[in-house]
């Protein structure tokens, strides 16, 4: 159910990317107390990517769920930056977070919908 989708400018090694995929997966259900089991990741990086004009370490989060709860997204946010500035190293004002609510019946999965 829940899905993010990490954009950076940053270049990782395959070994590097698989292990911020696994820590993600467990950060977001331990934050919304989802299954680990429903939860998507992505990483993309290397991407040409500028914030204003520099080219300094740089992050977009796409962190999509059914019924995420709009009271924990600064929560989250928090935890995702937190996260992003330990693991990565890019500071918390070159990080932009998008939180997208999906109705369940948006949401396709085992060939139905939540």
């Not at 040409?48 to 009271?71: H, N, Q, T």
């Amino acid at each position: 159910m829940p899905y993010l989708k990490l954009q950076t400018n940053v270049e990782l090694s395959k070994e590097r990317k698989k292990e911020l995929l696994t820590d993600l997966i467990s950060l977001i259900s331990k934050e919304l107390n989802k299954p680990e089991k429903y939860v998507m990741t992505l990483i993309q990086d290397s991407q040409v990517m500028l914030f204003g004009l520099s080219d300094e370490p740089l992050a977009y989060i796409e962190f999509r769920s059914i019924r995420l709860p709009e009271d924990h997204t600064e929560a989250l946010s928090k935890s995702l930056t937190h996260f992003l500035k330990t693991r990565i190293n890019i500071e918390a004002s070159r990080i932009f977070i998008q939180f997208i609510n999906s109705d369940p019946h948006m949401w396709g999965f085992n060939a139905t919908t939540f």
